[in-house]
Nanobody
């Protein structure tokens, strides 16, 4: 079985920084694309950033220039460095990964339970 566990969420004032981590664990053969999504109250879940196994990144327009996604393949971990946080960044942040398990034939999508980011004025 494969699990994703996020950490690093919390309360920060506008303009501050926060670093999220997400570690994949279990019977993992390979971790393909990984990413971060977020969902604010009353809003739909939206993509924040993605990163391929080779390190190619993609960002949603609202976070470009402020957020940085990275990964450590040896640790099966993805990070999201969030700088210059704005109130509109407040949301539940979810980790996502396409993972091929040791006994699997193909990759499957896995989600973490989420870590809450609160941004105060």
């Amino acid at each position: 079985q494969v699990q994703l566990v996020e950490s690093g969420g919390g309360l920060v004032q506008a303009g501050g920084s926060l670093r999220l981590s997400c570690a994949a664990s279990g019977s993992i053969f390979r971790v393909n694309n990984m990413g971060w999504y977020r969902q604010a109250p009353g809003s739909q879940r939206e993509l924040v950033a993605t990163i391929t196994s080779g390190g190619m990144t993609n960002y949603a327009d609202p976070v470009k220039g402020r957020f940085t996604i990275s990964r450590d393949n040896a640790k099966n971990t993805v990070y999201l460095q969030m700088n210059s946080l704005k109130p509109e960044d407040a949301a539940m942040y979810y980790c996502n990964a396409d993972v091929v398990s040791d006994s699997g034939w193909y990759g499957m999508d896995y989600w973490g339970k989420g870590t809450l980011v609160t941004v105060s004025l």
